[in-house]
T-cell receptor
Framework: GENVEQHPSTLSVQEGDSAVIKCTYS??????FPWYKQELGKRPQLIID?????GEKKDQRIAVTLNKTAKHFSLHITETQPEDSAVYFC??????????FGAGTILRVKS | GAVVSQHPSWVICKSGTSVKIECRSL??????MFWYRQFPKQSLMLMAT?????????EQGVEKDKFLINHASLTLSTLTVTSAHPEDSSFYIC???????????FGDGTRLSIL
């Protein structure tokens, strides 16, 4: 089955700097890659997603890039703010609409 | 749109008790619902996938007789943890989707604590 690896496990940045989180996946048939933000004790919230027919997608300060050949995708957050502090999960969708999640990245934005 | 309600949000009960968790899609019809378990500081692990009107498909290592899933309508799925023990304490989260290739929308989760 699908395997998703996520790095780094923790990331500290200064407010206003950029943050980049990277994920790799193993199943070349996977075609959908969402990113979720989860605050402590709360639901994962979809912040951006990308399908396999697109190389990049942007939504204000958030962007995702996908390299199908290398089987990796990345989340980019620019002009980080303290409220961006949370745990971020990448995921890959495999057969049957199942999502396989990465291990998560704890992002701390220091003001 | 795409609101998923999960109830209860927090349960504390004695060992041996069975606990039922409900997951409802409030403004859409969910042909597929997913149940995840999340231990502290860990990722979401899929337990089972349920399609309306059919038996749930469980992931490897998840006991189907321990975690009973019912998806009787397009807006409601339930997870019953039978004879719960302290090791079943976890954060249980459901998600719902309108179908294949559609995003999953998550409920608020249920924190289950077994004493």
């Amino acid at each position: 089955g699908e395997n998703v690896e996520q790095h780094p496990s923790t990331l500290s940045v200064q407010e206003g700097d950029s943050a980049v989180i990277k994920c790799t996946y193993s199943d070349s048939a996977s075609n959908y890659f969402p990113w979720y933000k989860q605050e402590l004790g709360k639901r994962p919230q979809l912040i951006i997603d990308i399908r396999s027919n697109v190389g990049e997608k942007k939504d204000q300060r958030i962007a995702v890039t996908l390299n199908k050949t290398a089987k990796h995708f990345s989340l980019h957050i620019t002009e980080t703010q303290p409220e961006d502090s949370a745990v971020y999960f990448c995921a890959s969708r495999e057969y049957g609409n199942k999502l396989v999640f990465g291990a998560g990245t704890i992002l701390r934005v220091k003001s | 749109g795409a609101v998923v309600s999960q109830h209860p949000s927090w349960v504390i009960c004695k060992s041996g008790t069975s606990v039922k968790i409900e997951c409802r899609s409030l403004d859409f019809q969910a042909t597929t619902m997913f149940w995840y378990r999340q231990f502290p500081k860990q990722s979401l692990m899929l337990m089972a996938t349920s399609n309306e009107g059919s038996k749930a498909t469980y992931e490897q290592g998840v006991e189907k007789d321990k975690f009973l899933i019912n998806h009787a309508s397009l807006t409601l799925s339930t997870l019953t943890v039978t004879s719960a023990h302290p090791e079943d304490s976890s954060f249980y989260i459901c998600s719902a989707s309108t179908g294949v290739n559609q995003p999953q929308h998550f409920g608020d989760g249920t924190r289950l604590s077994i004493l």
